[in-house]
Each structure stands twice: as structure tokens, then as C-alpha cells.
């Protein structure tokens, strides 16, 4: 009985059944090309690609040395000899540096709209303000003093003040008129700005998103002991009575994550207001996003001289463009 073939039309003419009984022989047909297959033999289509995929894998060597050679060889020649892009900087590369503090890539990351900044971005910041408009009314702590303040497990300032004694060995604290120290609590920036008297000394807090009372008590209870505990410690008059505090009318970001640049140019504000409070125009949400842009500007062109940027005080035309970036409040 002569083998039944389901599927004539996807064998090879070699592999042709052969005519059944009392039919004619067909007639050989003369391949043109690819045939154009008929609608209703258009599901077979896949079956063969399939097919064709599976004899090939199995049946076929992997491709020598010769193989990749013919491939490049069809290359076109700028694909060949194109450069490969440079790789991204690690993100623990630094950048740039203040003395030092550093500054890597991933520090830089920060500065995207919808990040907070980190410490090490707003510390830098600080240092290049005060090297625009030095002031010897205002001295700016870094990022870093309260926390060290209220580090090893110290109950009140006057205990802290160990651990930040020697910030002011080569100063004299009192002989500022205002203290700027920057604070980073609850993943929050804000500001806590010291007023220096003869008489009395006073704090005023300055925050774009206000929390509650008791935030605002332990910066004043670790504050004030530290004030007390300076003022014996290097010879001035002690204070006397408990230091008073306010808020200051400071204009209310509109996120969760812009605390850091209204610190930042809250402190430039202040710095061109020689340290007084009285009569400034606060950061406001429009003035940060500009600022962060600024940032970003004067970021890219730092890190352009691979350099420590301290130097740029050595360098006063360099330094007069960047502070033409950085611009007034």
C-alpha cells in the first residue's frame, strides 16, 4: 500500500510521493522563486520556519574564527573603526574637592530635580558662598557641627561641647555677630541661626517645611548649653538665663525634597545681607528651582577642572565667573 503524505507541498521534489493509482504522473513544475502562498496554506508558513530552525540547530556546527571574519569583512568601514563611547564615571569617583571634602559622581546625583541634597553637596556649596562674599560678621559651620555636637551619647550642650571643642581654637566665636548652623534632622534641612550680644544671645529658626515644637527644643537645649559652655571655656562673660528663640517668616517649599536648596540659598541671602534677618526676602519655591539649575551649572564646570576648588581663590577671574553663575538673591 503506497505511504500516505499529509503534507505534500512541504516536501523537497526529491521527496515527492509518488503518483497514486490510475492518476496521471504530474508534471514537474519549474521553480521561479518563492511561491506565493495561497490563504489557506498560510498557517503552514510558521510550521516550516520552525522546522527549519530545528534541523539547523541540531544539525549544524557552531561557526569558526573564518565565520567572524567574513562578518566583519561586510562591515561597512566606519562601523569597524567607529570609537567606543568612554564609560561612565564610578560612582565613588570624586569629582571635585574642597580641601578636604570631596565630591564624587554619585554625590552629584543629588542635584536632579526630585533629590535632596546630601551632605557633602551642601557642605561644598557653603564653602564656595563664603568664598564669593567673605563676611567677618558671619561664620557658617559646617553641615557636620551639630551632629557631632549631640554625638556620643551627650545629654544636653555643655556635655557635646567636647566633641566640638576644637572647631573653635583659631576663631573667637563671640566676636561674630551671627552664627548660621545648618541641621539635618527627620531627613530634613533647616537652619538655626545664632544671634551673638554682649548682653544676650537669641535664636531664630529658619525653616521652609515646619515640623513640631519639640524639633526646634532639642536644637535650643544642645545650643544654648554649648553657648554656656564656650563662654567659660574661653574667657568671655558667661551667659546668663536661658537663650530666647523665634521663627522667622520663611517662605514654604511645595515637596518634600527642595529643604536643602532653600538652606543653600537662604544662606546666600544672608550673606549678602551681612548676617542681618531684618527685611530679607526668603528663598521661595521659585528661587529654588532656579538655584538647583545653578548648581547644576556650576557643578559641570567644576568638575571640568578635575581640581581641588579651593585653588579658586588663587584664580580671581575663574572664581568671578562662577559667581556670575551662582547671581544674586
Not at 526676602?281 to 538655584?291: G, L, T, V
Amino acid at each position: 500500500m503506497p505511504r500516505r503524505v499529509l503534507f505534500p507541498h512541504l516536501l523537497c521534489p526529491e521527496e515527492s510521493p509518488p503518483p497514486e493509482k490510475g492518476r496521471g504522473a504530474a508534471t514537474p513544475q519549474k521553480l521561479t522563486g518563492k511561491r506565493r502562498l495561497e490563504p489557506k496554506e498560510a498557517p503552514l508558513g510558521k510550521p516550516l520556519a520552525i522546522a527549519g530552525r530545528r534541523k539547523e540547530a541540531k544539525g549544524a556546527e557552531a561557526p569558526g574564527p573564518e565565520a567572524d571574519e567574513a562578518k566583519e569583512a561586510v562591515q561597512p568601514p566606519e562601523s569597524r573603526h567607529t570609537p567606543k563611547p568612554e564609560p561612565p564615571l564610578a560612582s565613588d569617583e570624586v569629582v571635585f574637592s574642597w580641601s578636604g571634602l570631596l565630591v564624587t559622581s554619585r554625590d552629584l546625583q543629588c542635584l536632579e530635580d526630585g533629590e535632596m541634597l546630601n551632605d557633602a553637596v551642601v557642605d561644598f556649596f557653603l564653602q564656595l558662598m563664603q568664598s564669593f562674599l567673605p563676611s567677618r560678621d558671619l561664620l557658617v559651620f559646617s553641615s557636620h557641627f551639630f551632629t557631632r555636637l549631640t554625638a556620643a551619647q551627650a545629654t544636653n550642650g555643655e556635655v557635646g561641647w567636647e566633641n566640638v571643642k576644637g572647631w573653635t581654637k583659631k576663631k573667637s566665636l563671640f566676636a561674630q555677630k551671627l552664627l548660621v548652623v545648618p541641621i539635618n534632622c527627620e531627613l530634613h534641612w533647616w537652619l538655626a541661626l545664632l544671634h551673638l550680644d554682649a548682653s544676650a544671645c537669641c535664636l531664630s529658626w529658619l525653616d521652609s517645611l515646619p515640623g513640631k515644637e519639640s524639633r526646634y527644643l532639642h536644637v535650643q537645649r544642645f545650643l544654648s548649653g554649648y553657648l554656656r559652655r564656650e563662654s567659660r571655656e574661653r574667657g568671655t562673660p558667661p551667659l546668663e538665663g536661658p537663650v530666647a528663640s523665634r521663627h522667622l517668616p520663611a517662605q514654604l517649599q511645595d515637596n518634600g525634597v527642595d529643604c536643602g536648596v532653600f538652606l543653600l540659598d537662604n544662606v546666600w541671602r544672608l550673606l549678602c545681607a551681612g548676617g542681618s534677618v531684618d527685611d530679607v526676602e526668603w528663598c521661595s519655591q521659585a528661587a529654588a528651582a532656579s538655584r538647583r539649575a545653578k548648581l547644576r551649572r556650576i557643578s559641570y564646570r567644576l568638575a571640568q577642572l578635575r581640581g581641588d576648588a579651593a585653588v579658586l581663590v588663587e584664580q580671581p577671574e575663574l572664581l568671578a565667573k562662577l559667581q556670575q553663575i551662582w547671581g544674586r538673591p
